[in-house]
């Protein structure tokens, strides 16, 4: 690629950027971050299927085995008002 047309793309995409809100960008990067967090955390749960951080498996299947059983108990039980 020719270093013209590489300033050229890199000039629209930082038009591009300092176009959008800002609340964009706060919402991309929270995303993201999330996406690391919980993605490590899984990792590190299939790492721990394996015997080496069982707390941290503990933990997490528990945490996600509540929410699954708080939510399945809101679809089959509802409020009756």
Known sequence: MNSNTFMRL???????????STRFYILLIWSLWLK?????LFAATVLASDGKNLAIQ????????????????????????
């Not at 890199?10 to 959008?20: T, Y």
């Not at 933990?59 to 009756?80: A, G, T, V």
């Open 10 to 20: 890199a000039s629209i995409f930082c038009i591009i950027l300092l176009s959008l």
């Open 58 to 81: 503990n933990l997490f299947q528990k945490k996600y085995s509540q929410n699954f059983r708080r939510l399945s108990l809101k679809k089959s039980f509802p409020r009756i008002k």
């Open 36 to 40: 690391c967090v919980w993605l490590n």
